[in-house]
């Protein structure tokens, strides 16, 4: 099953109705802040969930709703093909009067829903705070992020996040008449017993649930040379249960071969998001895999990589979960353009761009900008008789084709100290001898339309004829150039 699109009405940022066509594709989102693109992650994580849980969709309306058109929150995902397999559509509608995720005969969500498989930058924030007193703890990033949803055999249905939440509101109880001293040890240590039960199963190497069986192959293709062990001290109360002890996961490890004494002075915040990553993507795998529906939605989760991290996590996610539908967010707009790049070609991705338009009333709502093909761009432009913007989209077009062009070709070109220094004449100049059949057109059009046509210019107005032949003399240019 592969979402085709998502159509979600008064969610969150989303005020009125949106549909997003995924087209089956895997899709790489950037937005900017407000622009609506964790109200899409919370959106599908909430249908999923909805599939065994009750929510209140009252309380995710969009706050700018008017009077009267209140209650139509909703989200509607169409999958193709459908959960038996069938070439064909299958709509999943819920809203305050229906719910499809929990249809009887047809557990395709429930079962999607059992993957857990939604993670945001939210969940890794603790990666931040982790180096205290030379000793790194990764409990509280375990527990309360990245695995907080996760349920397996000893959680007794419960989440592991839930399981610690017991804890928490049991240590924290007040004692008195109605409710003894002794009283609250027993139901202390009932939800303790119970979460180091289930917890501690994570860290027992003859375990089938231990936590590092698939995490360490994930981990590997960081190429870190780091090789993991995690140690779990068993939570308990103290003398007077009036708080917690042991509650602490420390690193064991070794780079290259080498045992690391200090850990907290190798763990850049890189390599701990990339083990935390890892952690949480080998959960997943531990999962029963033979289900229709398997979506993966990581929410802004480069936050804390580098680009020598960020490349490899979507290798990682391209070859460990090529039947998943991936979704990824991000609001760092330069890694959005590079990795753009290097998912050009690929026909199992697609990207969008998430913007924040205020309206007169001072609410933002999305604006989704789907296909960036800048021609695309430059063509829909053309058609709306926005003659200024489909010549800028056109240049930008020309200017991408030909950097990629000198990149794949190893072109040289005349060292300048800054990048910023270089102009799109530089690669042209460097790869114009290469393509004689497009070179002409090129270098009519760029001084009569793509130049011309991008700057304030009261002489020289945007005539539609020209802009028609000088998008087509990129489109041909692109055709000479062949794959990039």
């Not at 967010?329 to 338009?357: H, I, N």
């Not at 058609?383 to 084709?401: I, P």
């Not at 489109?475 to 794959?483: F, I, S």
Request: glycine share 6%; proline share 3%; hydrophobic share 35%.
């Amino acid at each position: 099953m592969r979402i085709q699109s998502i159509e979600v009405t008064n969610y969150k940022a989303f005020l009125g109705s949106y549909k997003i066509a995924v087209d089956g594709k895997n899709l790489f989102i950037y937005g900017e802040n407000g622009s609506g693109k964790s109200s899409l992650y919370y959106a599908l994580k909430d249908f999923f969930q909805s599939s065994v849980e009750d929510i209140d969709l009252a309380e995710l309306e969009n706050v700018f709703v008017r009077p009267g058109k209140e209650g139509k929150t909703a989200v509607k995902v169409t999958f193709k093909p459908d959960s038996q397999g069938q070439r064909r559509s299958k709509a999943y509608s819920w809203n305050s009067t229906v719910n499809d995720t929990r249809l009887a005969e047809d557990t395709s969500i429930r079962d999607g829903n059992r993957l857990k498989s939604f993670l945001t930058y939210k969940h890794l924030l603790a990666i931040h705070h982790l180096k205290k007193d030379e000793v790194i703890n990764l409990f509280d990033l375990l527990v309360n992020g990245v695995l907080k949803h996760f349920k397996y055999s000893l959680t007794g249905g419960k989440e592991l996040g839930e399981l610690w939440a017991d804890v928490g509101e049991a240590i924290g109880r007040s004692t008195g008449r109605e409710y003894p001293i002794t009283r609250k040890k027993a139901d202390v240590n009932a939800t303790v017993r119970a979460f180091n039960e289930a917890f501690g199963e994570l860290f027992k190497p003859d375990s089938p649930e231990y936590i590092l069986n698939h995490a360490r192959p994930i981990l590997g293709r960081f190429n870190h040379h780091i090789e993991l062990n995690l140690r779990f001290s068993q939570v308990r109360p103290n003398s007077d249960y009036s708080a917690l002890e042991g509650a602490e996961v420390h690193v064991e490890l070794s780079y290259a071969g080498k045992q690391i004494d200090k850990p907290h002075l190798f763990l850049n915040e890189a390599r701990l998001s990339a083990i935390a990553i890892s952690i949480y993507l080998g959960m997943i795998k531990r999962h029963v895999q033979d289900m229709p529906c398997k979506v993966l939605f990581l929410d802004d989760i480069f936050i804390g990589l580098d680009i020598a991290n960020r490349l490899p996590l979507l290798s990682i996610l391209e070859k460990e979960f090529p039947d998943y539908q991936i979704f990824i967010t991000t609001y760092d707009k330069p890694w959005f353009e590079y990795a753009r790049g290097f998912l050009e070609g690929k026909s199992a991705w697609k990207t969008m761009e998430f913007y924040a338009q205020t309206c007169k009333d001072g609410s933002d709502i999305p604006v989704i900008i789907d296909n960036q093909d800048f021609i695309a761009t430059a063509e829909h432009h053309l058609h709306q008789c926005d003659y200024k913007a489909a010549a800028v989209y056109t240049r930008s077009a020309f200017e991408k084709l030909v950097r990629k062009y000198c990149e794949k070709k190893n072109k040289s070109l005349v060292f300048k100290p800054r990048i910023k220094d270089y102009s799109s004449e530089d690669f042209w100049l460097a790869s114009k001898a290469d393509l004689p059949n497009s070179a002409n057109a090129i270098e009519q059009y760029r001084s009569l339309v793509l130049n011309a046509f991008s700057h304030y210019n009261t002489e020289r107005h945007e005539i539609k004829t020209e802009l028609e032949n000088a998008i087509q003399a990129v489109k041909n240019l692109k055709t000479e150039m062949g794959p990039l």
